[in-house]
Nanobody
Framework: VQLVESGGGLVQPGGSLRLSCAASGFTFARYGMSWFRQAPGKERVLVAS???????QYAESVKGRFTISRDNGKNTVHLQMNSVKPEDTAVYYC?????WGQGTHVTVFL
């Protein structure tokens, strides 16, 4: 099983980033997928989830700004991040709750 995140980087407040997670080694369409993030010195927390049937949940802190989506044909889950804030700075991880990716860094700088 592999989960490989990409798309992180440096962005100014108010800007946008699109994170992607490429999955392999399991039947992607059967799994719910989630994005977590871990800011420096803090615990890893849930950002957004999308179930195998397309049900979506967001953390309150990102509602209205972030959008999670999945492409079962490409075994990929995305996180569109808009109107980013400095507090969105973190390492972002994707997971199917059995396996985790290595994370991608997002830094929102002034």
């Amino acid at each position: 099983v592999q989960l490989v995140e990409s798309g992180g980087g440096l962005v100014q407040p108010g800007g946008s980033l699109r994170l992607s997670c490429a999955a392999s080694g399991f039947t992607f369409a059967r799994y719910g997928m989630s994005w977590f993030r871990q800011a420096p010195g803090k615990e890893r927390v849930l950002v957004a989830s999308i179930s195998s049937t397309g049900e979506i949940q967001y953390a309150e802190s990102v509602k209205g700004r972030f959008t999670i989506s999945r492409d079962n044909g490409k075994n990929t889950v995305h996180l569109q991040m808009n109107s980013v804030k400095p507090e969105d700075t973190a390492v972002y991880y994707c997971t199917n709750f059995e396996y985790w990716g290595q994370g991608t860094h997002v830094t929102v700088f002034l």
